[in-house]
């Protein structure tokens, strides 16, 4: 199979300014995304998604494509990741004739993803040939864990968020799963419409280390702390 990794990286973040090529040990955030998706084995492709000519020229430096930019109807803060990928992968297909088999799809917010992160969420995909698509997932600790979580009543007095009886202790909880900040999807071509909302998602499961997200200037630190711990 022939799989393209797309980074989604428009310019305008409102948490952080610039986030997306903010400094992070060393490096501008989107680099390390760029530099795990060229270390994966599998990858063809690697392919930057912007607006953002500042971020665009950071992606080429790194060894990313950036084949167009980014138009503004695609660039805004609801624009859905569904429509970002057709919008590279159409360019390719007329463009360059060039058709992928599978996306993989890389949030530049979760930089502690590896190389080998995403060269076993391949195989693991790969290994189910009625997989749609694959999600990059976290466990959820059990005090989040759904039977555990409560809401107030018109009332103001709490209740369950789940009604009925739900057990407490840890070991009588089944393990739940969660999206982790989307630090890998991979969706066949033909599956690109479900994205991950349909069909029949694998689960890469990720510690929590590396499903680090990048929201704030707190997660940055947290990142960094993570970082220095690989030198």
């Known amino acids: ?10 310019g305008g973040s409102k948490g952080i300014p610039g986030k997306n090529i903010y400094p992070l040990f060393g490096k501008p955030l989107l680099g390390w995304t760029i530099e795990a998706s060229l ?8 392919i930057v998604s912007t607006d953002d000519p500042e971020i665009a020229s950071v992606a080429l430096e790194f060894g990313a494509e950036v084949p167009i930019l980014r138009p503004e109807e695609l660039a805004e803060d609801d624009t859905p990741t569904m429509a970002v990928l057709q919008h590279v992968v159409q360019y390719l297909a ?9 996306v ?5 917010t979760s930089p502690l993803r590896t190389s080998e992160d995403i060269d076993q969420a ?10 749609d698509s694959l999600v990059s997932c976290i466990e959820v600790p059990h005090i989040f864990h759904p039977t555990s979580v409560m809401e107030l009543n018109a009332e103001g007095y709490l209740k369950n968020f789940i009604n009925g009886q739900q057990p407490t202790r840890r070991q009588d909880k089944a393990p739940v799963l969660a999206r982790n900040g989307a630090a890998i999807y991979i969706t066949r071509l033909n599956c690109i ?12 499961l990720m510690n929590a280390e590396r499903s680090v997200d990048i929201d704030n200037i707190e997660d940055l630190k947290t990142a960094e702390k993570y970082l220095a711990r690989r030198k």
Do not use: C
């Open 94 to 102: 007329v463009h360059e004739e060039w058709i992928p088999d599978a």
């Open 122 to 131: 391949v195989q693991l995909f790969l290994s189910d040939p009625n997989a």
């Open 39 to 46: 270390g994966s084995n599998f990858v063809h492709r690697t």
């Open 1 to 10: 199979m022939k799989f393209i990794s797309i980074i989604p990286a428009r």
């Open 193 to 204: 419409d479900k994205f991950v909302w349909g069909g029949k998602a694998l689960a890469y």
């Open 104 to 108: 993989i799809t890389l949030q530049p």
